[in-house]
Each structure stands twice: as C-alpha cells, then as structure tokens.
T-cell receptor, first 113, second 115 residues
C-alpha cells in the first residue's frame, strides 16, 4: 500500500523567513496531494492541495510543488508569521481506492517572533 | 462550504463501556466518510472507510468487531468503540468529502478517555 514519508519532524524559523516541508510517496498511482494544518487539539484544516496533472500551485504565501517522476512534493511557506506555528501534515490519495488519505508523520513548525 | 460535525467532543467513561461517535456532513451529501485515530504528537492513522449503504472497509490491523461503523444515510456515519479499554483512549476524527476526487473536510474530533 501507499506510504508517505515527511521531513523534517520539527522546524523552527524566524518570523519573515521561509519554511519548506518535504514529502515522498511510494505508490505511483497516487494522484491527489493535500496539505493540512493542525493546531493543538483541533481539527486538521486543508490549506492547499495539488493534483497529479499539475506541477505547482500557489495561494498567497503558500505554495506546493509536485515532482511525479521522483514521487515527492513540498510545501513552501514564505514570509512566515507566528500564527503559522502548528503541525503540518502532507497526504496522498488514490482515486481508484475511494479517495482515502494516507498521511505523513507531520512537521511541527515553530515561527519565532 | 463543506461542514462536518462530530459529536461528542469529549468522552470519559469506565472500562468496558461502549461509546458511539457521530459524524455528520451538514451541507452536503457524503457517500463516503473516513474514520481516523490520532495519538498525542502522532499522525492521523486511517482506521476505516465508511460507505453509505454497505459495509465499511477496514485498514489492516483494525478490528472490525471492536470498531463498529454504520453509514445509514448520506449525511451520517457512526463509529462505536465496543467494550472500550484504556488502550482505546485516543483522539478519533472523521472526515467526509463531496466525492472521491474532492477535498476531505474533517470534524472537530472526539477525545476518548477510558478509565
């Protein structure tokens, strides 16, 4: 089955700097890659997603890139702010398997003022 | 929007009790819902896929007789943890989407504590 690896597990940056989180997946049939932000004790919230027919997607300070050949995708946050501090999860999904999500291990991002 | 409601948010009960958790899609119909389990400082682990009108599909290692899933309508799925024990204490979260090629939206989760 699908396996998603996520790095780093923790990331500390200064306010205003950029943050990059990387994920790799194992199943080449995966075709949908969302990113979720989860604050302590709360629900995961979708922040951006990308499909396999697209190489890059951007939404204000957040961007995601996908390399299908290498089977990896990355989250880029620019001009980080303290409120960006949270745990971020990548996930992969296979349409033909009902759309279930397999999550990476998570990255705890800390943005220091 | 796509709002998913989950109840209860917190349950504390004695060992041996069965606990039912509800997951509702409030403003859309969901033929498929998903149940996840999350331990502190860990990732979300998919437990099962809940299919409206049919049996749930369980992930490897998840006991179907322990975690009963019912998806009786297009807006409601329930997870019942039967004869719960302290090791079942965890954060349980459901999700739903408008279609399998659509984003999944999560409920607020249920924190289950078994004494």
């Amino acid at each position: 089955g699908e396996n998603v690896e996520q790095h780093p597990s923790t990331l500390s940056v200064q306010e205003g700097d950029s943050a990059v989180i990387k994920c790799t997946y194992s199943d080449s049939a995966s075709n949908y890659f969302p990113w979720y932000k989860q604050e302590l004790g709360k629900r995961p919230q979708l922040i951006i997603d990308i499909r396999s027919n697209v190489g890059e997607k951007k939404d204000q300070r957040i961007a995601v890139t996908l390399n299908k050949t290498a089977k990896h995708f990355s989250l880029h946050i620019t001009e980080t702010q303290p409120e960006d501090s949270a745990v971020y999860f990548c996930a992969a999904s296979i349409y033909n398997q009902g759309g279930k999500l397999i999550f990476g291990q998570g990255t705890e991002l800390s943005v220091k003022p | 929007g796509a709002v998913v409601s989950q109840h209860p948010s917190r349950v504390i009960c004695k060992s041996g009790t069965s606990v039912k958790i509800e997951c509702r899609s409030l403003d859309f119909q969901a033929t498929t819902m998903f149940w996840y389990r999350q331990f502190p400082k860990q990732s979300l682990m998919l437990m099962a896929t809940s299919n409206e009108g049919s049996k749930a599909t369980y992930e490897q290692g998840v006991e179907k007789d322990k975690f009963l899933i019912n998806h009786a309508s297009l807006t409601l799925s329930t997870l019942t943890v039967t004869s719960a024990h302290p090791e079942d204490s965890s954060f349980y979260i459901c999700s739903a989407s408008k279609g399998r090629d659509q984003p999944q939206h999560f409920g607020d989760g249920t924190r289950l504590s078994i004494l």
